[in-house]
C-alpha cells in the first residue's frame, strides 16, 4: 500500500493549481457578483449596505436596461434561425463527392481562421456608408451605423460570420454520418431532396443541430465584444446588449451593485438556457 | 438538379470567403483604389507600402509579440495544470475525487465574460494589471482541456502505472516517459486549440492592459489609429498578416481538421 500511494498528500498537490484557479477566478468572482447585487456598492467595489431586490427593482425600471434586455432578445431572436438556416444550407450544399465540394466546404470553415476583433474590423471597414466596399458594389445608401434596423442586420450578419466555421463543421459532420445506404434506399424510393432531409438526415442529425442551436442562443445572450468593436451600443443604443451593458455601468460609469445585477441576471438567462439543453436532450433527440 | 447545386453552393461560398478575399486583396490597395469609381475589387497597382506603413507608424511588432508570448506562456501553464488533474483524477483514488472533479468542470457553466467585473478587481488587487500574467491569468484553467484529457487517459490501463510504481519509476517519470508521449496528439491538439483561445481573446486583454506598450494584438489591431482616419490600406495590411498564417494552416490541414470534428463530436 504504501508503494502505490506513498505520499497521501500526492493526489490533492496534483490537482491543486486547477482547484484554486477554478475558486479565484469563477466560484468566488460569481459568489461576489450575487452578493453584490444585493447591496449598494462603492466606488472602489466595497459593499456598504444590504438592500434586498432593490437593485434588481431599479434595473427593471431603467429605460437603459430595458433597451439592452429588448436589443438582447431582439439579437437572439433574428440571430439563432438566420444562422441556423444558413449553416445548414451550407452543410446540405456542400454535402456531396468532388473536387469543387471540397472547396466550398474549404470557404465555408475558413472565416474560422479569422479571429474576432479581425473580422470586426474587416466589416467595420466593408461597411463603411462613404467608402465601404459594400454599398459601393451593391448601389445601397445605407447608413450601417447611423439607423436603428441597419445597425441591427449588420450585427447580426457579424454574428453570422463569426459563427458560420464552426457551425459548418460541426452539422457538416453530421450529415456525413448519415449512413449511405439509408440515402440510397431513399434515393431508389424516389424520395426528392427535402423528403430526404426530413424524414432520414434531419432525424439523424438532430443531436448535433440541438447542440448547435443551444450554443447559439448562449452566445447570442452573451454578445459584448461585437457591440464593443463595431456599434458601440448605437446608434440611440439600438445595439447595446446586455453584457455590454454591464460593461459601461461596470467599467467606465462605476456603477458596480447595478453591473452586478446585470451579471447576475445573465448568469440566470445562461443557467435556463444549459438547464433547458439537458432537458430537451433527455427527451426529445433521437439516438442511433 | 445537381449542377443547381454546384453552382449555388459555389456562390454561396464564394460570399462567405468575400470578406476574407476583399482584405487580402485591399491590402495591396494604393489610397486612392479605395474611393474608385466603379468600386474596385483588385489593386490597381499592387503595393507594398500599407504592410511598411502598419509596421513602421503603429507598434503593431510589439503588440504581435505580447501576444504571441502571453499565449505561449499561457498554453505551457495550461496544459501543465490540465495534465497533472487530469493524472490524479485518472490515476490516484482519494477522498473527494468525485466531487472535487465536478467542482472543476462545473466551472464550464459559469459564462467567463459576466465574471469581467469582479476578475477585473481581483487582479487590481493583486497589481497585476499591465502584466502578462495578468492576461492570461483568467484562461489558465481549461476545465474542457481538463476534462478530455482524463477521458483519454482512462483508456491508458491503471495498471501500467502500478507497475511502474512498483518498479520504482517515479510519477515524474512515468509522465514525461509514458503518459504524455503516448497522449501526444491529443495533446498537440489541445495546446493548439489553448493557444488559438489565448491568442485570439478580446475582452480581457483589452480590460486588463492600459499601457500601449502591454497590449495584445487582437485589442491593438482595433486602435492602430488608421481605419479611423478611413485609412484603410495599413489595417487591412495588419489583418492579413494575422490571419494568414492560420489561413494557410487550416487549407493546408481542412482534411484532418474535418476529420477531428466529426470523430469528437459524433463520437464515430
Redesign the interface.
Given at each position: 500500500m504504501k508503494?502505490?500511494?506513498p505520499q497521501?498528500t500526492?493526489?490533492?498537490l496534483?490537482?491543486a493549481?486547477?482547484?484554486a484557479?477554478?475558486v479565484?477566478?469563477?466560484?468566488?468572482?460569481?459568489v461576489?457578483?450575487v452578493l453584490?447585487s444585493l447591496y449598494t456598492v462603492s466606488l472602489s467595489?466595497k459593499r456598504i449596505t444590504f438592500i434586498g431586490f432593490d437593485n434588481y427593482i431599479r434595473l427593471f425600471a431603467n429605460p437603459s436596461f430595458q433597451a439592452s434586455l429588448y436589443n438582447t432578445l431582439r439579437f437572439t431572436l433574428f440571430f439563432v434561425p438566420i444562422n441556423i438556416t444558413i449553416c445548414l444550407?451550407?452543410a446540405l450544399?456542400?454535402n456531396?463527392p468532388?473536387r469543387?465540394?471540397?472547396?466550398?466546404?474549404?470557404?465555408?470553415?475558413?472565416?474560422?481562421?479569422?479571429?474576432?476583433?479581425?473580422?470586426?474590423?474587416?466589416?467595420?471597414?466593408?461597411f463603411?456608408p462613404?467608402?465601404g466596399?459594400i454599398n459601393?458594389?451593391l448601389h445601397l445608401d445605407v447608413q450601417w451605423f447611423n439607423n436603428r434596423h441597419a445597425a441591427m442586420a449588420l450585427l447580426v450578419f457579424a454574428g453570422v460570420?463569426l459563427d458560420?466555421g464552426l457551425n459548418f463543421?460541426?452539422l457538416?459532420?453530421?450529415l456525413?454520418?448519415v449512413p449511405t445506404d439509408l440515402l440510397e434506399v431513399a434515393r431508389i424510393e424516389g424520395a426528392n431532396s427535402v423528403q430526404t432531409f426530413r424524414y432520414l438526415q434531419g432525424p439523424l442529425i438532430s443531436s448535433?443541430l440541438l447542440?448547435v442551436v443551444v450554443t447559439n442562443i448562449?452566445d447570442a445572450m452573451?454578445i459584448?465584444?461585437p457591440v464593443?468593436?463595431l456599434t458601440e451600443g448605437g446608434p440611440f443604443r439600438s445595439t447595446q446588449t446586455l453584457?455590454y451593458q454591464?460593461?459601461l455601468e461596470?467599467?467606465k460609469s462605476g456603477n458596480?451593485a447595478i453591473?452586478?445585477t446585470i451579471?447576475t441576471v445573465?448568469?440566470t438567462l445562461?443557467?435556463s438556457i444549459?438547464l433547458l439543453l439537458l432537458h430537451l436532450e433527455r427527451r426529445r433527440v433521437y439516438y442511433q | 438538379m445537381?449542377r443547381l447545386?454546384?453552382v449555388?453552393?459555389?456562390l454561396?461560398?464564394?460570399a462567405?470567403?468575400f470578406?476574407?478575399a476583399?482584405?487580402i486583396s485591399?491590402s495591396f490597395f494604393q489610397w486612392a483604389d479605395?474611393?474608385a469609381?466603379?468600386?474596385r475589387?483588385l489593386p490597381s497597382v499592387p503595393t507594398f507600402d500599407n504592410y511598411r506603413r502598419a509596421f513602421s507608424e503603429s507598434n503593431l511588432l510589439v503588440f504581435l509579440s505580447n501576444s504571441l508570448y502571453s499565449a505561449l506562456v499561457g498554453t505551457v501553464v495550461r496544459m501543465t495544470?490540465?495534465i497533472?488533474?487530469a493524472?490524479?483524477?485518472t490515476f490516484?483514488?482519494?477522498k473527494g475525487?468525485n466531487f472535487?472533479f465536478i467542482?472543476?468542470v462545473a466551472?464550464m457553466?459559469?459564462?467567463p465574460?459576466?465574471?469581467?467585473?469582479?476578475?477585473?478587481?481581483?487582479i487590481r488587487t493583486l497589481r497585476l494589471t499591465d502584466t502578462y500574467l495578468g492576461i492570461i491569468?483568467?484562461t489558465?484553467?481549461a476545465?474542457t482541456h481538463?476534462f478530455m484529457l482524463r477521458q483519454y487517459f482512462l483508456t491508458v490501463s491503471r495498471e501500467y502505472r502500478?507497475a511502474a510504481?512498483?518498479e520504482g519509476c517515479s510519477?515524474s517519470r512515468f509522465l514525461t516517459t509514458l503518459l504524455i508521449p503516448i497522449s501526444k496528439a491529443v495533446i498537440i491538439t489541445l495546446a493548439i486549440h489553448s493557444f488559438s483561445t489565448i491568442?485570439?481573446d478580446?475582452?480581457w486583454p483589452?480590460?486588463v492592459t492600459n499601457r500601449e506598450m502591454m497590449r495584445t494584438v487582437?485589442?491593438g489591431?482595433?486602435m492602430l489609429g488608421f481605419?479611423e482616419n478611413?485609412d484603410?490600406g495599413p489595417?487591412?495590411a495588419a489583418?492579413t498578416l494575422?490571419?494568414s498564417p492560420?489561413?494557410i494552416?487550416?487549407?493546408a490541414l481542412?482534411k484532418p481538421?474535418?476529420d477531428s470534428?466529426?470523430t469528437r463530436?459524433?463520437g464515430?
Open positions: 508503494l502505490r500511494y497521501w500526492k493526489p490533492y496534483l490537482i493549481p486547477a482547484l484557479l477554478a479565484l477566478f469563477s466560484y468566488r468572482p460569481f461576489l457578483t453584490n467595489g444550407s451550407a450544399l456542400s456531396r468532388g469543387l465540394a471540397t472547396l466550398n466546404q474549404i470557404f465555408f470553415f475558413l472565416p474560422m481562421a479569422v479571429s474576432l476583433s479581425s473580422s470586426m474590423m474587416i466589416l467595420k471597414m466593408m463603411n462613404s467608402i466596399i459601393q458594389l460570420g458560420i463543421l460541426l457538416s459532420a453530421a456525413r454520418n448535433t447542440f448562449k452573451l459584448s465584444s464593443m468593436i453584457v454591464m460593461y461596470g467599467f458596480y453591473g452586478s451579471a445573465v448568469f445562461t443557467f444549459l | 445537381k447545386t454546384a449555388v453552393a459555389t454561396f461560398s464564394l462567405v470567403v470578406p476574407i476583399y482584405s485591399a479605395f474611393t469609381i466603379p468600386a475589387l495544470i490540465s497533472l488533474g493524472y490524479a483524477f490516484f483514488s482519494f475525487k472535487f467542482l472543476i466551472t457553466l459559469l459564462p465574460d459576466a465574471l469581467i467585473l469582479e476578475n477585473y478587481t481581483t491569468s483568467t489558465l484553467l476545465p481538463l502500478e510504481v512498483l510519477d491568442f485570439n478580446y475582452l483589452l480590460l487582437q485589442v489591431l482595433t481605419s478611413l484603410y489595417q487591412f489583418i494575422l490571419m492560420i489561413l494552416t487550416f487549407i481542412h481538421i474535418q470534428v466529426s463530436f459524433t464515430r
